[in-house]
Structure formats: structure tokens, C-alpha cells
T-cell receptor, first 112, second 111 residues
């Protein structure tokens, strides 16, 4: 069964304290891994797509990396406005492989 | 502005009542999706549609129905057969096999 597991469930950081979030997946024939940010009461906001092991993408203080078994979202010198839930997802084995399987997310809190 | 709109933002349902959640997109995306989000759980797929007049069940389709009569619209009906409908409902769209973009969500509460 295809699965996506994110850890930790919650992470508290001080402003400027860098850390990483993990997303591990068990799906054969990976057709992309997606990272989203979700603020409370809002829809997820797309951040990155990674397609192959070794690939990296960056956006401001965020950098996403991908290996054959997992992905990391590195947060460098976070600010309070980075506080949100971060979700990762992979395409499932539906008919066209378009619908996504989501992890439960990591809720990040950054305090000043 | 291109994007996805969902309405209403908040919806209250009485026992035994059917309610319909609206989802519209002007991104010219072929595929559209409905997910349900509960506290402490990931998003779970209810239904998806890759083209007009065609849709498939997701993992938790029981008690829900959809239609796709227009490319831009993918309404979701929560029927009285859905025993625990209180949740946050998210609509998304995508070009085939690419990243999905989400609407702002509808929070449904059963009274």
C-alpha cells in the first residue's frame, strides 16, 4: 500500500534556529513529490515539486531535497511567518496517477 | 486573476439533509479533485475527475456524489448517507500529472 509518513508531527523553533522536516514514502515508480504549506483554516499552498533523487529546489528560507526513499524540507533561519503546517504528497496508483496521497503534515511553530 | 473558488466558506447541515459544495476554476485545468481534511489526519481523496462528464471514486466516496458537466465546475454533494460529514473540504485542480492547486476550502458542520 502506498504511504506517506511525515516527521516530526510538531516542531517548535526559535527564530533563526534552522531545522529539517522529513517525508518518507513507500510508492513504487515515483512520479513526483510535492510540498505544500497550509495556514490554519486555509487551503494548501503549493511550494515545490521534485521528480528525481538528488534534485533540490529552493524558495526563500526553504529548500527541498529528494532521495530514493524520502524528502527533506530544510528551513534556514526561520521567521515567525514561517509558522504553518507543511504537507508532502505523492501521486497514488489511481487510473492516471494524478490524485495525491498526503502525509499528515508537520506543524511548525517559530517564536521570536 | 486565475484561481479556484469554493463556496460557501462555512456550511451548516441538519440531520438528513443533502448539501452541495461549489468549486469553480478558471485555470483551464483538465483535472479536478475533492479532498476531506479532519484534525490530525492527512487529506483524503473523495472523488476526482480528469475530463468533463467523467469522474472516479477516491478512497472515501461513500455518502458523497459529484458531477462534471463543465470543465470549470466540480460540485460535491454531501448526502444524508454520509454519517460523519463534519470536516474541512478542499477542492483542487491540475493539468494532468502536475502539481495541484487548492481552493480556500469549505468548513461543513452538522447541527
Amino acid at each position: 500500500e502506498d504511504q506517506v509518513t511525515q516527521s516530526p508531527e510538531a516542531l517548535r523553533l526559535q527564530e533563526g534556529e534552522s531545522s529539517s522536516l522529513n517525508c518518507s514514502y513507500t510508492v513504487s515508480g515515483l512520479r513526483g513529490l510535492f510540498w505544500y504549506r497550509q495556514d490554519p483554516g486555509k487551503g494548501p499552498e503549493f511550494l515545490f515539486t521534485l521528480y528525481s533523487a538528488g534534485e533540490e529546489k529552493e524558495k526563500e528560507r526553504l529548500k527541498a531535497t529528494l532521495t530514493k526513499k524520502e524528502s527533506f524540507l530544510h528551513i534556514t533561519a526561520p521567521k515567525p511567518e514561517d509558522s504553518a503546517t507543511y504537507l508532502c504528497a505523492v501521486p497514488g496508483r489511481n487510473q492516471a496517477g494524478t490524485a495525491l496521497i498526503f502525509g499528515k503534515g508537520t506543524t511548525l511553530s517559530v517564536s521570536s | 486573476d486565475g484561481g479556484i473558488t469554493q463556496s460557501p466558506k462555512y456550511l451548516f447541515r441538519k440531520e438528513g439533509q443533502n448539501v452541495t459544495l461549489s468549486c469553480e476554476q478558471n485555470l483551464n485545468h483538465d483535472a479536478m479533485y475533492w479532498y476531506r481534511q479532519d484534525p490530525g489526519q492527512g487529506l483524503r481523496l473523495i472523488y476526482y475527475s480528469q475530463i468533463v462528464n467523467d469522474f472516479q471514486k477516491g478512497d472515501i466516496a461513500e455518502g458523497y456524489s459529484v458531477s462534471r458537466e463543465k470543465k470549470e465546475s466540480f460540485p460535491l454533494t454531501v448526502t444524508s448517507a454520509q454519517k460523519n460529514p463534519t470536516a474541512f473540504y478542499l477542492c483542487a485542480s491540475s493539468l494532468s500529472r502536475s502539481e495541484q492547486f487548492f481552493g480556500p476550502g469549505t468548513r461543513l458542520t452538522v447541527l
